[in-house]
């Protein structure tokens, strides 16, 4: 009798280790091919990104060849004409001709900066910001100063955090340019933490924030909502000081 108890009981257990070995080599099996489609998803994704690089390089080179040669052959033959010109309001007509042109050739660079996926980065977007800011204060009165610290250039950002954070810097040289009076103006960058931080900063009249519906304050804050950023806006009488913060 103990032996048949035994025997019964050898039986269980070896059932049981089969059945554990058996859901063992299942939950195995499912993981595997979890894994599997997971990787599958993961290559489609890759895939679906390189294949939009690709368009962005495509539209990219496009723009600079077509439209570029484009706008380059209007400001000369523009010039052209300015030298043959007598009447003085003809002359004053192609001089916005060229003021145009100029402008669009700027816009157009501002675009493929945008496109050009190589510059999906911290060090990227810094001397761009910078080489910007110089070009476009050059001619007015406002000495610009620049300051980076802690940054770590290899960092990437997504292109729409990129083109967010590049137009939320138009619009405060904007305001600085037109509205605050100063001589001075400091564009400072650093990293803190998973942070990339800009402050754009001048020495002007200052303004009442809670005043300015103008200034396209609303609009720096929606995009910074929309890259995972904030914006604060610093002002008294003694200047103004706009600070944007991105998690990269």
């Known amino acids: 009798m103990a032996m048949v108890v035994l025997l019964l009981v050898c039986f269980i257990v070896l059932v049981i280790l089969i059945y554990n070995r058996k859901q063992l080599l299942y939950l195995k099996e499912q993981q595997l091919k979890e894994s599997e489609y997971q990787n599958k998803l993961l290559q489609k994704e890759l895939e679906k990104q390189k294949s939009i690089e690709q368009e962005r390089e495509r539209i990219s080179h496009d723009m600079h060849d077509d439209l570029g040669a484009g706008i380059s052959a209007l400001k000369l033959q523009a010039e052209f004409l300015k030298q043959k010109a007598e009447d003085e309001d003809l002359k004053t007509d192609i001089n916005e001709l060229l003021k145009t042109s100029e402008e669009m050739n700027v816009s157009m660079r501002e675009m493929l900066w945008s496109l050009n996926s190589g510059n999906d980065t911290v060090g990227s977007f810094v001397e761009y910001a910078k080489i910007y800011t110089e070009n476009f204060l050059k001619k007015s009165k406002i000495q610009v100063m620049t300051e980076s610290k802690n940054l770590i250039p290899e960092t ?88 944007f913060s991105m998690k990269t």
């Open 156 to 243: 990437l950002i997504s292109t729409e955090q990129r083109r967010n954070l590049f137009l939320c810097l138009k619009e405060t040289l904007n305001n600085a340019y037109k509205h605050s009076n100063g001589n001075k103006l400091k564009l400072s960058f650093m990293q803190k933490q998973e942070y990339f931080i800009m402050e754009v900063s001048d020495n002007g009249n200052g303004f009442n924030t809670e005043d300015a519906k103008g200034n396209g304050l609303s609009n720096m804050k929606r995009r910074m909502n929309e890259s995972f950023g904030e914006v604060e806006i610093l002002s008294t009488e003694n200047g103004t000081s706009v600070v």
